[in-house]
């Protein structure tokens, strides 16, 4: 959500700065703009609207000259998307221009006070009033007020900033909201995600906390909150900047959708030796796992369907008693979570603003917190207890899919690791869990090279204006995400039911050509879903069923279209029906001209609460 780049350095700023944007448009954005220091002084070019538009306001960079700047891609939290409103804020006497993401909760209490002392505000946003803090605290000494400032505000915040007495330099800290510090030769860099400079280095610092960071084209120096000198260890980055590019597919989203058999391999091979299951580093003894009085999974959107799935594998394999919440209503419904519960944590990100919220109270009421995140480094894995990565490499659509399937592959693993040390399954069952968790790459490729079946049903029905999803058990967990999907990059409405809901009320909206999508993998309520089917279909419906291979020719009766996918163990099933429905989301969003990767008002990393 929202984007930060900066740069100083030998080099012209601003086509770097604006290269680096285009690396974070992936974040949602409604405006963008960048300020750059040289001979003549600190200036300010935003506007409302897409890259393109400050792109060609700026000539690709050339308009405006200077070897130090930072740029901000805006996502509207506080005032409607204007130019006035985009960054970067400028201070009143000009001296401070800065970029930030996230959301100062305290703000209005704070622009009242600075208004009461005569200072003048321009725009709606919150974050002018970290500018004008700056210029009222500053006595020369920029560091100082930094740290006056970020005692003072409340909320989350990623901040970039240049002051117009320091032109050489860029200070940057962050609070709740990613912030990195690239190191190169002869220039430095800050960006809020990697591949912003990635063409430029692989070599990173991550602030922590209330750290500042103070670079220079030669230097970077680092401080706590107190304004104590702090020593940090670099990251090297493994992955290339062709990882997050497109590599010959029209959109991200198909790319990653490709990508995820390989994902999968990644996540799922090295935890598997010798037929048992191994969790990195993590050690989950029998005593300890005996001892567990429930489990809770914690996570929004798609990460929050992950924890739907693995409800129904945790209580059937282990017997153990499971709750899953959205982040962002775990804190206040008073949770009853105690030392012998275990909160397992999911966001790609690792940045999600609620579901860290929700991490910090887990481990207040002392629950033993596990995370699934993707990205090494990221709040939510410093912050937990145990921390297993998916290793799904970059995910640049907005609209998740590799993230989502490794993050079920991760639960599987976690899951199988504690049914073997609880002994909750034979070890016939549990090689065949094992065999079936080792294929499944295998299947979803299979899954994957039917996509013109797919093609050509969505070239039928993307002109729909409602969508329903309807399941049974673990098909309706799958049916929350397909549901997801389809709206996110579609615009379409659509819902996901229960199959034995229908009847209690969602079967009103049911009308001559309503378009319902009826997974039905889990074969042991394949009848009962062949029932369900029939009450829609007998009020007009046009019907597309999901199932396995050998239920294909049962299915094909009951519906008008079907696509099968192969058998593999029950609570792994949405691990495959979810991606001919993926595809399907994907093909009538393409089909509508919509912006796929970028779709209206979502962003990728939420780190607003």
Same mark, same amino acid.
């Given at each position: 959500?929202?984007?930060?780049?900066?740069?100083?350095?030998?080099?012209?700023?601003?086509?770097?700065?604006?290269?680096?944007?285009?690396?974070?448009?992936?974040?949602?954005?409604?405006?963008? $703009?960048?300020?750059?220091?040289?001979?003549?002084?600190?200036?300010?070019?935003?506007?409302?609207?897409?890259?393109?538009?400050?792109?060609?306001?700026?000539?690709?960079?050339?308009?405006?000259?200077?070897?130090?700047? %930072?740029?901000?891609?805006?996502?509207?939290?506080?005032?409607?998307?204007?130019?006035?409103?985009?960054?970067?804020?400028?201070?009143?006497?000009?001296?401070?221009?800065?970029?930030?993401?996230?959301?100062?909760?305290?703000?209005?209490?704070?622009?009242?006070?600075?208004?009461?002392?005569?200072? !003048?505000?321009?725009?709606?946003?919150?974050?002018?009033?970290?500018?004008?803090?700056?210029?009222?605290?500053?006595?020369?000494?920029?560091?100082?007020?930094?740290?006056?400032?970020?005692?003072?505000? #409340?909320?989350?915040?990623?901040?970039?900033? +240049?002051?117009?007495?320091?032109?050489?330099?860029?200070?940057?800290?962050?609070?709740?909201?990613?912030?990195?510090?690239?190191?190169?030769?002869?220039?430095?860099? %800050?960006?809020?995600?990697?591949?912003?400079?990635?063409?430029?280095?692989?070599?990173?610092?991550?602030?922590?906390? /209330?750290?500042?960071?103070?670079?220079?084209?030669?230097?970077?120096?680092?401080?706590?909150?107190?304004?104590?000198?702090?020593?940090?260890?670099?990251?090297?980055?493994?992955?290339?900047?062709?990882?997050?590019?497109?590599?010959?597919?029209?959109?991200?989203?198909?790319?990653?959708?490709?990508?995820?058999?390989?994902?999968?391999?990644?996540?799922?091979?090295?935890?598997?030796?010798?037929?048992?299951?191994?969790?990195?580093?993590?050690?989950?003894?029998?005593?300890?796992?005996?001892?567990?009085?429930?489990?809770?999974?914690?996570?929004?959107?798609?990460?929050?369907?992950?924890?739907?799935?693995?409800?129904?594998?945790?209580?059937?394999?282990?017997?153990?008693?499971?709750?899953?919440?959205?982040?962002?209503?775990? /804190?206040?419904?008073?949770?009853?979570?105690?030392?012998?519960?275990?909160?397992?944590?999911?966001?790609?990100?690792?940045?999600?603003?609620?579901?860290?919220?929700?991490?910090?109270?887990?481990?207040?009421?002392?629950?033993?917190?596990?995370?699934?995140?993707?990205?090494?480094?990221? !709040?939510?894995?410093?912050?937990?207890?145990?921390?297993?990565?998916?290793?799904?490499?970059?995910?640049?659509?907005?609209?998740?899919?590799?993230?989502?399937?490794?993050?079920?592959?991760?639960?599987?693993?976690?899951?199988?690791?504690?049914?073997?040390?609880?002994?909750?399954?034979?070890?016939?069952?549990?090689?065949?869990?094992?065999?079936?968790?080792?294929?499944?790459?295998?299947?979803?490729?299979?899954?994957?090279?039917?996509?013109?079946?797919?093609?050509?049903?969505?070239?039928?029905?993307?002109?729909?204006?409602?969508?329903?999803?309807?399941?049974?058990?673990?098909?309706?967990?799958?049916?929350?995400?397909?549901? +997801?999907?389809?709206?996110?990059?579609?615009?379409?409405?659509?819902?996901?039911?229960?199959? $034995? #809901?229908?009847?209690?009320?969602?079967?009103?909206?049911?009308?001559?050509?309503?378009?319902?999508?009826?997974?039905?993998?889990?074969?042991?309520?394949?009848?009962?879903?062949?029932?369900?089917?029939?009450?829609?279909?007998?009020?007009?419906?046009?019907?597309?069923?999901?199932?396995?291979?050998?239920?294909?020719?049962?299915?094909?009766?009951?519906?008008?279209?079907?696509?099968?996918?192969?058998?593999?163990?029950?609570?792994?099933?949405?691990?495959?029906?979810?991606?001919?429905?993926?595809?399907?989301?994907?093909?009538?969003?393409?089909?509508?001209?919509?912006?796929?990767?970028?779709? /209206?008002?979502?962003?990728?990393?939420?780190?607003?609460?």
């Amino acid at each position: 959500m929202c984007g930060i780049v900066g740069y100083t350095g030998m080099e012209e700023a601003s086509p770097f700065l604006l290269n680096g944007l285009r690396k974070l448009e992936y974040r949602g954005y409604d405006s963008a $703009g960048v300020a750059v220091y040289n001979d003549t002084g600190l200036h300010v070019v935003k506007s409302k609207g897409r890259l393109s538009v400050l792109e060609g306001i700026l000539e690709g960079g050339t308009k405006l000259p200077g070897r130090v700047g %930072i740029g901000h891609t805006r996502w509207a939290t506080h005032g409607a998307p204007s130019d006035v409103n985009s960054h970067p804020q400028v201070s009143d006497g000009g001296k401070f221009a800065v970029v930030h993401n996230g959301i100062i909760e305290n703000y209005l209490a704070l622009k009242n006070r600075l208004i009461s002392k005569g200072v !003048t505000f321009t725009s709606d946003t919150d974050t002018e009033v970290v500018a004008q803090l700056l210029e009222y605290y500053y006595d020369g000494d920029v560091l100082s007020a930094i740290q006056k400032v970020i005692q003072r505000v #409340e909320g989350s915040y990623a901040l970039g900033i +240049l002051c117009s007495e320091f032109p050489e330099k860029i200070f940057a800290v962050r609070k709740d909201s990613p912030l990195i510090v690239g190191v190169g030769k002869g220039e430095n860099f %800050i960006a809020s995600d990697i591949p912003a400079i990635l063409a430029k280095t692989r070599e990173i610092y991550r602030l922590k906390d /209330r750290e500042i960071a103070v670079l220079s084209r030669e230097t970077i120096e680092f401080y706590n909150g107190e304004g104590e000198p702090v020593e940090k260890e670099i990251e090297h980055i493994e992955w290339d900047i062709s990882a997050a590019e497109k590599g010959g597919y029209e959109h991200f989203m198909m790319k990653e959708i490709c990508e995820q058999p390989e994902a999968l391999r990644k996540t799922i091979s090295p935890r598997i030796r010798d037929g048992h299951i191994v969790l990195d580093d993590i050690e989950l003894t029998a005593e300890y796992l005996r001892e567990i009085n429930k489990v809770f999974i914690v996570a929004c959107g798609t990460a929050y369907h992950v924890g739907v799935v693995a409800k129904y594998a945790f209580e059937r394999l282990l017997k153990v008693p499971m709750e899953v919440d959205v982040a962002s209503e775990f /804190r206040y419904r008073s949770p009853i979570i105690d030392e012998k519960s275990l909160v397992i944590i999911i966001s790609q990100s690792g940045e999600t603003a609620d579901t860290l919220a929700a991490l910090r109270e887990a481990k207040k009421q002392g629950a033993r917190v596990l995370s699934i995140v993707n990205v090494v480094g990221s !709040t939510i894995a410093n912050e937990s207890d145990d921390v297993l990565y998916t290793w799904a490499g970059p995910e640049i659509a907005v609209a998740s899919t590799k993230a989502y399937s490794t993050q079920l592959a991760v639960i599987y693993l976690i899951v199988l690791y504690m049914a073997e040390k609880l002994g909750t399954v034979s070890g016939k069952e549990f090689a065949e869990y094992v065999a079936d968790l080792e294929r499944l790459p295998e299947f979803v490729a299979s899954c994957l090279n039917d996509k013109e079946t797919i093609q050509y049903f969505a070239s039928q029905y993307f002109n729909a204006k409602d969508m329903y999803f309807i399941g049974r058990n673990v098909d309706y967990a799958a049916s929350l995400e397909a549901s +997801l999907k389809l709206k996110e990059i579609s615009y379409i409405h659509s819902e996901a039911y229960t199959a $034995g #809901e229908l009847k209690h009320g969602p079967i009103s909206l049911i009308e001559d050509g309503t378009l319902v999508i009826a997974i039905s993998t889990y074969e042991k309520l394949f009848d009962k879903m062949v029932s369900n089917i029939k009450e829609v279909k007998a009020r007009g419906a046009v019907v597309l069923g999901i199932t396995t291979q050998r239920k294909r020719k049962a299915m094909l009766d009951a519906v008008d279209h079907v696509f099968c996918v192969p058998k593999i163990s029950d609570f792994m099933l949405p691990s495959l029906s979810i991606i001919p429905l993926q595809l399907f989301a994907y093909y009538v969003a393409s089909m509508k001209g919509c912006d796929i990767d970028k779709p /209206r008002n979502l962003a990728k990393s939420v780190t607003v609460e």
